[in-house]
């Protein structure tokens, strides 16, 4: 391989609720000093403005059942922020940054946008204004072309979330509604998966909780520019500024993970590493690179632990990669 091939550029990506799990990041935490004193330092954080531990909530706490919107929020952008100082520990810095949906919070940790701090405090914040709100709701993962099936789905009142790739889209939507159509589709042999999450992100159903938390944003920091190569997540295009409610917009506007994909593909063959839980972000890559790429997906955290060694994978990627 010459030189030139070995060239890539190295992208950090950042994903959101429905990726969670309970013991999320375990391996790190029983097994790095950087994880696990940086997530001890967030844990405080979290426990100063809800009176619970999310180390406990994520490590000790054996229910099935992990939606609780004020757990599940900070506990996502919490581990996210941990592994980001890891691998900035690693000497390992990112040419380009991208976060979906609720990735985008510590996207803009990454970025220089805020502090670790500050968007904690603003999954909580935000958090609280969607559980105040009371909006029902949830999220259906749909294998299929989203145009065959965009005239059913609208029939039954649902709305379209995300493209993540080919054959494979998220609507968002009221249980009732996302129930009789996942019923539907099930008659038809059609493929789903409902994602444990039990509010309509990315969908209009979202707007009744918009002003309460554009109150708090009113009142919080105001964002500094993100550094260069910060991808949006929903506007799939690089910002030198962030509007003042862009962390609504992130979790509530349409996201098109192909279109991202295709964006840092245009710059050069890039070294994608997944700093979500459980590998979505690197799946979603993988389905949408071109055959003959010479990029490459790589995640940490998974459900299957191993996340040490796969730690240690990234670490000899990044000194092949001539940067």
């Known amino acids: 391989m010459t030189e030139n091939e070995l060239k890539r550029h190295i992208v950090f990506l950042f994903s959101g609720q429905g990726s969670h799990y309970r013991g999320m990041g375990r391996e790190l935490y029983e097994q790095h000093p950087k994880f696990k004193s940086c997530l001890e330092k967030l844990d405080q954080m979290v426990h100063k403005q809800l009176n619970y531990s999310l180390i406990d909530e994520l490590y000790t706490?054996?229910?099935?059942?992990?939606?609780?919107?004020?757990?599940?929020?900070?506990?996502?952008?919490?581990?996210?922020?941990?592994?980001y100082e890891v691998l900035l520990e690693m000497g390992i810095k990112p040419d380009f940054i991208s976060g979906?949906?609720?990735?985008?919070?510590?996207?803009?940790?990454?970025?220089?946008?805020?502090?670790?701090?500050?968007a904690i405090e603003a999954a909580i914040e935000q958090a609280k204004s969607i559980c105040r709100a009371d909006i029902e709701g949830g999220m259906l993962v749909v294998f299929a072309e989203e145009i065959k099936l965009r005239s059913l789905y609208e029939?039954?009142?649902?709305?379209?979330?995300?493209?993540?790739?080919?054959g494979h889209f998220t609507l968002s939507g009221k249980t009732s509604h996302l129930e009789v159509f996942e019923?539907?589709?099930?008659?038809e042999g059609m493929s789903t998966f409902r994602l444990p999450v039990n509010v309509p992100f990315h969908s209009p159903l979202m707007k009744t909780a918009?002003?309460?938390?554009?109150?708090?944003?009113?009142?919080?920091?105001?964002?500094?520019?993100?550094?260069?190569?910060?991808?949006?997540?929903f506007e799939a295009k690089e910002l030198s500024e962030l509007s003042?409610?862009?962390?609504?917009?992130?979790?509530?506007?349409?996201?098109?993970?192909?279109?991202?994909?295709?964006?840092l593909e245009a710059k050069g063959p890039c070294l994608y590493i997944d700093m979500g839980p459980s590998g979505t972000s690197?799946?979603?890559v993988k389905y949408n690179l071109q055959p003959g790429t010479s990029s490459e997906v790589l995640t940490i955290m998974s459900p299957y632990r191993r996340e040490m060694e796969q730690l240690e994978k990234v670490q000899h990627k990044i000194k092949d990669t001539v940067v």
């Open 155 to 166: 029939q039954h009142q649902l709305f379209l979330a995300s493209d993540n790739f080919k």
């Open 210 to 233: 918009k002003a309460d938390f554009d109150q708090y944003s009113s009142s919080a920091s105001v964002f500094k520019a993100p550094a260069k190569g910060f991808i949006s997540g």
């Open 244 to 263: 003042d409610d862009y962390f609504w917009q992130a979790v509530s506007q349409y996201t098109n993970f192909t279109k991202i994909i295709d964006l």
């Open 100 to 118: 979906n949906s609720l990735g985008e919070f510590a996207a803009g940790v990454a970025s220089g946008v805020w502090d670790a701090a500050s």
């Open 61 to 83: 706490n054996t229910e099935e059942t992990f939606d609780d919107l004020l757990i599940t929020h900070p506990a996502i952008v919490a581990v996210e922020i941990a592994l």
């Open 183 to 187: 019923s539907k589709l099930s008659e």
């Open 282 to 284: 690197a799946a979603f």
